[in-house]
């Protein structure tokens, strides 16, 4: 969000919040009227073009105005929503939180908020208002509060509608207005306004044809106000004629884009509109250009004075850095030392920023400070060991994928080395992170890396070495049991992943712990080795029993091979896919069982070896399968060696997954001698 600063704000706000009250909601769609639902609506059982919607957006309306007053300009966005429930699932649509900037005189402002539920209850519409004593706000930081509120008395059937207004002085991004959503639209307005002069450059996203018509009209707009010059007991009423640029989209029947298995964050491709500030061309001013290209977003970032000034500064460091790694002359040695000194001295406040708060010599000396304040500390560090150490804007998964030239466009930044071989990038705000092992928010597509002139380049931020989940398991059966050990080796995204759910556990604990993530299995002992070290890889070695995984009928006895390892689900269940598949980081899944098997037994039949290849270097599945008198070995190799791969290979995977499923869930076969 861009902070546009009019020193006369407060008083526009006065003159702003009474137009609104006078006016009220007059811009919303004459076929729909808050406070009027119809029966038909009530009645209505599913949603026809899509049986399983747990809910569905019967009207979705956003009005964005740049309003012009005596004061300057500010954005005025209407919002309205009517919300049909059809099963307890969809309660949580009805729950409704709404961020607003609040920090120092640069502010939004909510009000209006009304909302009713609508029931219908012996042939008769029920209406149940939203009280204001059940909306809560809420101060989630520093910058923002959040109100939120969940409409009253709903129950299937329900139709719930809320609306309320947010004026805001940030006008140079507009929040992006989302075009579809978890769940079905049936119709949705959307209304965008500003003067002539204000050039905005308009940007899609998703996969949906967006239908927009423009026009363009005179505007005369009587507002009143509140009298300065005297006390502001008079209200005045002003003329306020400017030309506007309206863009206006309508839409009917807009499919639910639902979330699934390696999707990354479906809100990147999810459908919606930016629009960007680009120049103010005002007649009677010299034009303002803003940024246009990726270029000029790192300089304008890079000298600000909470970024680039910050990287100036290395005498607060005084020879901490040197005695630290006085004694090592590898530069990779000593990058991890100074990333993990980095994570102990300073300790991240949670919050993700691309420009510090404290600035890095206050947070090197305090010892806490946001991912800014953090990061750069971690970049003068590695300098300051003569490591050649630049920023990397990153734009967090949970932002969204940085599509557009735009200051907005990043809220975070890491640390990136250069050498020979290429960047290594370092997150010291992650306890368990590693060099180029970063955590899944960092990994989202590209970051830009900053040099010392403001000159920059994309580098990526997926990782390129694959991450290794190894079990060795072997088992024998007796006495109606299967009995047996194993012991996994851990690395690198999978070795992260592990320790942020694992670590600190040991002893008993591990082993209680083991024990609920595998259900089939009694885990009777364990420990572990590195799970707290984050330069080594993990190894688990663990006891258990269960009495799964065989079934004994008449003279034979069915064994499913791969024990708890076997894959039972396909995570890809539709029809086809355009959002690319999300693995994150390169991978290869290996299990090695041993099977003693019982000695009245012989094998009758054991599954033929297969090999399934995805072809494209995407990656491979093998299935081996051996036997040495009483033992039976079960060799299984999973690789996929992309971290992204495009929607249209999506059937491919899905039938790479079924293919896997199917051929794990044969059995072995054991006949009595």
Known sequence: ????????????????????????????????????????????????????????????????????????????????????????????????????????????????????????????????????????????????????????????????????????PFMQTIDEIKLQSSIPIKKLHVRFASPTYFKYA????????????????????????????????????????????????????????????????????????????????????????????WESVAKKVYFSNKFGKQLKKSSYLK?????????????????????????????????LAKFTDNGVEKSYSKGTGNAADVNLNLVNMLNNAGIEAYPVLVSSLDHGIALFPSITSFDFVIAGVKTDKGIILLDATSKYSMPNILPERDQNFQGRLIREDGTSEWVELFPTQPAVNMHNINVKIEDDLITGTAKKTISNNYAMAYRNNAAGINGEGLRKWLDQ?????????????????????????????????????????????????????NPFKKEKREFPIFFNFPRINLSIISIQIPEDYQIESVPKDKEINLGEDLGKFTYKITSSGNKIIITVSNSINQPVVLGNNYTKFKDFFKQIIEKEAEKIILIKK
């Open 517 to 569: 993530q595998n259900s089939e299995i009694d885990v009777l002992r364990a420990r572990s080795t590195n799970l707290n070290n984050n330069d080594n890889v993990i190894k688990i070695s663990y006891q258990f029993e269960t009495e799964s995984f065989f079934e004994e009928i008449g003279h034979k006895l069915y064994i499913s091979p791969l024990l708890y390892q076997q894959h039972k689900e």
């Open 202 to 293: 308009q940007k899609l996203k998703g996969f949906l044809k967006v239908p927009i018509e423009t026009s363009s009209s005179q505007v005369n707009v009587s507002i009143n106000h509140f009298d300065r010059e005297n006390n502001g007991n008079r209200i005045i009423n002003a003329i306020a004629n400017y030309e506007e640029d309206m863009r206006i989209i309508d839409m009917k029947n807009i499919p639910a884009l639902i979330d699934e298995p390696y999707s990354g964050n479906i809100d990147n491709y999810t459908s919606g509109i930016v629009y960007e500030l680009g120049a103010i061309k005002d007649p009677n001013k010299a034009p303002e250009t803003f940024t246009t290209d």
């Open 319 to 351: 020879n901490d850095i040197k005695n630290l790694t006085k004694n090592i002359s590898d530069d990779y040695e000593k990058l991890k030392k100074i990333l993990a000194y980095a994570k102990k001295k300073i300790k991240w406040d949670g919050f």
């Open 1 to 168: 969000m861009y902070i546009n600063k009019t020193k006369n704000y407060k008083n526009m706000k006065k003159t702003l919040l009474l137009f609104s009250l006078l006016i009220g909601f007059s811009l919303w769609s004459q076929k729909y009227k808050f406070g009027k639902v119809s029966k038909k609506e009530l009645q209505e059982k599913s949603y026809k073009l899509d049986k399983d919607a747990p809910a569905a957006m019967l009207y979705k309306e956003r009005v964005s105005r740049i309003e012009l007053t005596k004061d300057g300009a500010i954005l005025k966005e209407e919002y309205y929503f009517r919300l049909k429930i059809y099963k307890t699932e969809g309660f949580d649509y009805a729950t409704v939180k709404i961020p607003v900037y609040d920090y120092g005189n640069d502010k939004e402002d909510l009000l209006g908020i009304r909302g009713i539920t609508f029931n219908l209850i012996n042939g008769k519409v029920v209406k149940t208002k939203l009280k204001s004593k059940n909306i809560y706000t809420k101060r989630m930081n520093k910058y923002y509060t959040r109100t939120s509120f969940t409409m009253p008395n709903i129950k299937p059937g329900s139709v719930v509608e809320w609306k309320y207004i947010i004026f805001s």
